[in-house]
Every structure is written in C-alpha cells, then in structure tokens.
C-alpha cells in the first residue's frame, strides 16, 4: 500500500493482500473491512490523490484507484468469523490488522505451509461459481494443489456449468481469471487441469474439443495436449511473452477437430485447419469479451501459424514484409509449435532445416527497419494517369515488396516496374 493511503481506522485487511504477505509476496490489490466504507475510502482518495467511488452501493462496496494500487472497503462484520467463512479459500480467509495480528479461525496458515488450496465451505462455489475457475488461477500462479475435496466440488460445478445448473458468471471475469493463469509459469499444466475436472468444457469448448483427436506425422501428441505443451514450451523459452501470443499459441490448433481427414496414403491431414482456427480463437475471445485489438491479433497469428518457412534470401526478405506486423511473435508461436511436436516424422535433420530457415528470417527482421516508399500514391497516380482507388494500392504494394526483396532500389527503378505492371494488366498508363 502506497505510503500515502494510510491504514484505515478500524479496518482489517483481509483476502489476497494477507495471503500474499505471508508468502512474501507483493500485492497491489488491497480489501479492507471497516465500520464505514464510504468514509474510510473518501479518507483514503484524500490522502493518496487517487480516486473513490461506489463499487457496489446495494452491499456498501467502495473502492479506490491510486496509481497501480487498487484498495477496495467493505462493511466489517459484527462476527468476524462468520464474515470470514463466506469467503471463497482457506487461504484467502485471513483477516490481519494494520498492527500485523492475524484472525485465522479456518487455519489458512496451515495451508499455505502445505502448499494447499482448500475451500472454505462446500457452498463456497455456488455462491460464486467463477470460484472454480479462480482454484486453477490460483494452483497456477502460487503454486498450490487442490485438496481432494476441492478437486471433486470444481468438478461437480464444472458439470453444473456445463449444464445450466448453476449461473454463468459474466465472461469478462472468467476471461480475468484465465488471463492471470495464462501470464503464470503454470498455464500448460492448469489448463490440463480444467480439462481434466471439465471445466475447459465449459469455457473454452474450441479448445476442449482437441482432446483425444490423434495427429500422427510430425506429432506424438493429441491435439490438445500438443497445443498445451506449445504454450509451455513457450511460456519457457519466451516468458516475456504477452497475452496475445501466449493465447494464440494455445488455439493455435483450434480448428484441426473439424478439418481432420485421411489421404489416399493412409496418412491424417487437416487442411485449412488455420483459417478454420482463426474463425474460432476470434469467436472464443469475442464470447470471453477480451479486447478487440488483442482478439484481431490472436486470429491474425493463428491464420498464419502454418506459413512454410523461406528457403533463400529473397524469400526470407518477402516473408518479412508480409507479416512485419506479426513478427517478431509469428516466429515464438511456430518454434513453440514445432518443438511440441516430436512424432515419427520429426528427425534432427528437419530440425536443423527449420532452425536455419528461422535464423534467416530473424537476420533480416533485425536490419533496420525499411526506408520511405520509393513511390507514393500521387506519383503513381501521375506515373500512370491512374485516379484515387484499389489500382494505386496495388502499385503501392508491388512496388513495396520489391524494395524489401531488392528487386529495385531507386525511384527510377520503382517507376519502371511501375509501367510494366500496368502494362501487364492493360492498364492504359503502362504504355507511357
């Protein structure tokens, strides 16, 4: 907590703020149970410069923004312990006051020494069924284990999720939820985990379908348990790595269920399996109510995932240029994708053959950045006698590429090109 909102007066800090305390963690998302709400968080704002407002006025619920901290103010309850066992975990429901004494009547110290996330009740998560989904973020990001218990009321939510039995909570916080446990070390491992209690049945039915859709040739895994190492794999060797590309990584695959087939030769094929996926990671991040600009570049990454590698310079120099706009994390998603697959079609050579063809690409996408066009739109138009429309861009982009593979270096050259482009096409400035 910044130095400048200080500790309410008779307030208790209560939730993930203690838990992670005591983990020697640093927090900055505070709650508070205090006597007046409103007060307590107006005092605050004050005092931090930050901003109060009503959070939830039916309940009392306030909170403050200052900064990078958020702290939010409940009502503090007559009987603490009551107001702590309608908490969600164990390990959440440790009350402690701004002297550092704790109230842990559920014993979530202990715990947390085991390394265990236990709930609270066993009504914990129909109160609040996003609570399923928070055991997994939580066994992710602080490396925790469900108890046996916990592990068969998930499971049971899961199930009544799945069904209708239980409310949906709104998908902007199942995304948050999700988005916390993808940014952790422990993704891959979580996310087989909501598979396996069926939870993945439920948020990510695209992603759930992978399982047990065998793939042969270069994979020695199902699709889904390829798709989960590849985001391990690139959680490990990428852990700078955003949301964006670690999402993308994980549907990259998404669309091999329904494109699934045999050739002639006996061997499985999933042609067009990249725009079948792209359609789907939109309409999964679209249902999750992730950010616009985040969603375009998961469907982007996931269209392009398949595109084969350049075998020579021109060529490397041509795939930057198309996809500059998606690289450097176009590159992340395909070795994270290739060193998942280890099938029988997978041999040292065609590892080294792909490690070349990366090291070209990634050569040339460290040269500096390409210089203004040679040609603009006005000059094309007098070039060509061309109005403004479509006909200018498509001059625009032909001559651009060919800058970027070194086909013409000079506007001369450019103009040139020019000409015997719309020359080809019957255009009538291509006789000039």
């Known amino acids: 907590m910044p130095q400048c909102m200080p500790a309410p007066e008779g307030g208790l800090l209560v939730g993930g703020a203690v838990r992670d305390a005591l983990l020697g963690r640093a927090t900055r998302d505070l709650d508070w149970l205090v006597p007046d709400p409103e007060a307590a968080a107006r005092r605050a704002a004050a005092a931090s410069g930050g901003s109060a407002f009503a959070l939830d006025p039916a309940r009392g619920l306030w909170r403050v923004v200052s900064g990078d901290y958020t702290a939010d103010f409940a009502p503090r309850p007559e009987r603490l312990e009551a107001g702590l066992r309608g908490r969600d975990f164990t390990v959440n429901a440790i009350a402690a006051d701004p002297d550092g004494r704790l109230f842990d009547p559920l014993r979530g110290r202990d715990d947390l020494r085991a390394r265990r996330l236990r709930l609270v009740s066993a009504g914990a998560l129909v109160d609040d069924p996003l609570r399923a989904v928070r ?26 999720l799945a069904a209708g039995r239980l409310p949906s909570p709104a998908w902007e916080r199942v995304r948050e939820e999700l988005d916390l446990l ?3 070390t422990g993704a891959g491992a979580a996310l087989f985990d909501a598979h396996t209690l069926g939870l993945l049945r439920w948020m990510l039915p695209e992603l759930d379908a992978c399982a047990d859709v065998p793939q042969g040739g270069f994979h020695h895994l199902d699709v889904l348990r390829h798709s989960l190492e590849a985001l391990q794999r ?31 030769d006996g061997r499985v094929h999933f042609y067009g399996h990249a725009g079948r996926g792209e359609a789907l990671a939109e309409a999964a991040l679209t249902r999750l109510r992730a950010p616009r600009a ?13 595109l084969e590698l350049p075998r020579g310079e021109r060529a490397a120099r041509r795939f930057v240029h198309r996809r500059r706009e998606l690289l450097p994390d176009l590159l992340e998603l395909m070795i994270a994708d290739r060193e998942a697959a280890r099938g029988p079609l997978s041999s040292e050579a065609t590892r080294n053959a792909y490690r070349m063809a990366l090291a070209r690409v990634i050569a040339i996408l460290e040269r500096p950045p390409p210089q203004p066009p040679l040609l603009d739109g006005e ?18 982009r032909l001559v651009r590429e060919a800058a970027a593979v070194g086909d013409v270096s000079s506007p001369e050259e450019a103009a040139a090109l020019a000409r015997r482009y719309a020359r080809a096409q019957g255009w009538p400035g291509g006789a000039a």
């Open 135 to 160: 055991a997994l973020r939580l066994a992710a990001t602080h490396g925790l284990a469900l108890t046996a218990a916990t592990r068969d009321a998930v499971a049971a939510a899961a199930d009544a």
């Open 379 to 396: 000059a094309v138009m007098a070039l060509l006698g061309l109005p403004q429309g479509p006909r200018v861009g498509e001059v625009l």
């Open 294 to 306: 985040r969603t375009r570049r998961v469907a982007a990454l996931v269209r392009y995932h398949m």
């Open 182 to 184: 993808m940014a952790s």
């Open 234 to 264: 690139l959680v490990t060797g990428f852990p700078e790595a955003d949301l964006a590309l670690r999402w993308a990584t994980l549907l990259h695959d998404v669309g091999k269920p329904d494109t699934r087939g045999l050739g002639e």
